[in-house]
């Protein structure tokens, strides 16, 4: 139905910078929340950044003053710029979408959660 497609992860030294992109496609009416989690090998899932349709963002504190998430919406595309990049900050980044779906008669169908296969980050020197 929805796919979503990340891209902009590598290998970074600390203190560089990365812009994460994530486009999304299907059958999309409109995105209310999208934005990122990372996983860190051994540790949980945890919210990066998130913005809604709305124009409200939010942020981990440990990212706060050094990432920007922003959105595209007529792209369906969202981007994470991650500045002052730090070792800790390594991880494999999942986009994610909270959805209207359409049907073929462009009208709402229904509700999803969809997420990215996710891009690795590498912070290393």
């Known amino acids: 139905q929805v796919q979503l497609v990340e891209s902009g992860g590598g290998l970074v030294r600390p203190g560089g910078s990365l812009r994460l992109s994530c486009a999304a496609s299907?059958?999309?009416?409109?995105?209310?929340?999208m934005g990122w989690y990372r996983q860190a090998p051994g540790k949980q899932r945890e919210l990066v950044a998130g913005?809604?349709?709305?124009?409200?963002?939010n942020y981990a504190d440990s990212v706060k003053g050094r990432f920007t998430i922003s959105r595209d919406n007529a792209k369906n595309t969202v981007y994470l710029q991650m500045n002052s990049l730090k070792p800790e900050d390594t991880a494999v980044y999942y986009c994610?979408?909270?959805?209207?779906?359409?049907?073929?008669?462009?009208?709402?169908?229904?509700?999803?959660?969809?997420w990215g296969h996710g891009t690795q980050v590498t912070v290393s020197s």
């Open positions: 913005a809604t349709s709305g124009g409200s963002r």
């Open positions: 299907g059958s999309i009416f409109s995105i209310n929340d």
């Open positions: 994610y979408a909270d959805v209207l779906l359409m049907n073929g008669f462009a009208k709402i169908s229904g509700t999803g959660s969809f």
